[in-house]
């Protein structure tokens, strides 16, 4: 339930006894069991009232239903805008990018480059170091 195991709980119980006595702990026990009664039905009364004021403003379950799939079908469609051209870009950065790295491994290991570098793909670097050719 809480992620507490078997000898956990013995060892909590065992505390619990030390701690206040066997007389004590039916009377904690039923306490702890009327508070959480209690506690249980005030969230029940808290749900029903919530869905009382909704229905008698107009909002019923499938009006709710059918405006929060209105909200995440526009949500998707945004995302979709957003991320629709940058999703090639992305790929197109990730292959530069493992390819470099492969450049790199094979510089470090002694292998000759496999790739050439053309005077377009320097242009095009941009930020505080530029080659200048």
Known sequence: ????????????????????GSDKVPEIARTMGKAMAQLKHATNDIKNEIQKGAEANGLDQKTLTDLTGGINSEIDKAKQNLLGDSANSITGFATNFTSEITNASNAVEGKPSVTAVSTEDINEIEGPIKRQM
């Open 1 to 20: 339930m809480f992620g507490i195991g078997g000898g956990e709980l013995i060892f909590i119980m065992f505390i619990v006894l030390m701690l206040f």
